[in-house]
């Protein structure tokens, strides 16, 4: 577990760039991109003459609110903790594909491949460690940042509300901060096992290919999909073109992007379809998909991808 630990602790010092800058960066670029809209708009406001001042309607609204309205604006507080995720998703998915891709094949490219083999490390222990990397350590930085920053989204809006004579503390209690946490991390795990076959995918593209391991990772899915469509154009079999770009093309290369599964899972429609407002983000409904048998045969398929991997990496030789 030692061993383990400090594989781990060697892939977050190699590309810490990715797993932590990034999310940092990104976090900072969004609470920047906020202030600037709230800016805009008071300059705006007050070129329209639009006062929302201590006298003017915004705080006679909230105030004029029952319990139901304040249900509501509870639930935006909310989002505007869970909008800081956004980018942060976007930037994780990129992160994640990337650095799969050359997990395994910057090890053979630059030959230190022959330095760690020479320890006494398993190639499986190796594979595992940048698995958990990619769909443990990276996820957790991220959540951890966007919760910060989720935290620093809600008191900038708390702060320009006080400016319009708003009870800031009135609406805060409002808001679910422990809940988002909650719902944030306890995503995780659902994660881990929604990106396994991508994770697998990749990573044995990455042990495999000599040369360019994107072009192999994206072009062998596409291009089977578009074969698989040309066929059913044609009428020569009656193959399910629709079935494979969603169940095999889209897992293989998006499942790393945290919140796809909500929009591939095939029976995620029927298992949230029910579920509106703020009840859709607990993760008791994100939980759901954890009854498809879409993901437990992705995570399958994914196991057999990594031990493919730990083979590739044990035979393969470039020289």
């Known amino acids: 577990m030692k061993t383990f630990y400090w594989l781990v602790k060697r892939e977050f010092w190699e590309h810490r760039g990715g797993f932590f800058w990034a999310p940092v960066i990104t976090g900072g670029i969004f609470l ?7 800016i805009t708009a008071e300059v705006l406001g007050a070129r329209q003459g639009i006062s929302f001042g201590a006298s003017g309607g915004l705080r006679k609204v909230i105030e004029g609110m029952d319990a139901g309205d304040m249900s509501k604006v509870g639930f935006a507080l909310d989002i505007a903790m869970y909008s800081a995720m956004g980018l942060l998703i976007v ?15 910057d090890d053979r490219r630059d030959r230190s491949i022959l330095f760690w083999k020479s320890l006494p490390i398993s ?4 594979v595992l460690s940048k698995v958990v990397s990619a ?6 930085v991220a959540v951890i940042v966007g919760i910060i920053v989720g935290m620093l989204q809600l008191l ?21 901060p422990f809940k988002v946490m909650f719902n944030l991390i306890g995503y995780i795990p659902l994660y881990v096992l929604w990106a396994a076959p991508a994770v697998g995918w990749l990573l044995i593209c990455s042990a495999w290919a000599r040369s360019k391991p994107f072009l192999w990772a994206v072009a062998l899915p596409v291009g089977a999909g578009l074969l698989v469509s040309w066929f059913g154009i044609m009428g020569l079999f009656n193959l399910p073109a ?12 998006f499942s790393v992007f945290p919140g796809s599964g909500s929009i591939f899972s095939a029976d995620s429609d029927n298992m949230v379809s029910h579920v509106t407002g703020s009840d859709a983000l607990d993760l008791v409904n994100t939980w759901h998909m954890a009854a498809s048998p879409n993901l437990w045969i992705g995570v399958v398929i994914g196991a057999a991808l990594l031990a493919g991997a730990t083979w590739f990496r044990r035979w393969r030789d470039d020289s």
């Open 32 to 38: 920047l991109l906020n202030i600037m809209g709230i």
């Open 91 to 105: 930037v994780l998915g990129f992160v994640v594909f990337f650095y799969c891709l050359g997990a395994l094949y």
């Open 123 to 126: 190639d499986a222990s190796t």
């Open 135 to 140: 769909t443990v350590v990276a996820p957790i």
């Open 156 to 176: 900038i809006v708390a702060i320009t509300l006080s400016f319009h004579g708003v009870n800031v503390w009135q609406l805060l209690v409002l808001a679910h």
């Open 242 to 253: 629709t079935w494979f770009w969603k169940n095999i093309v889209q897992r293989a290369l």
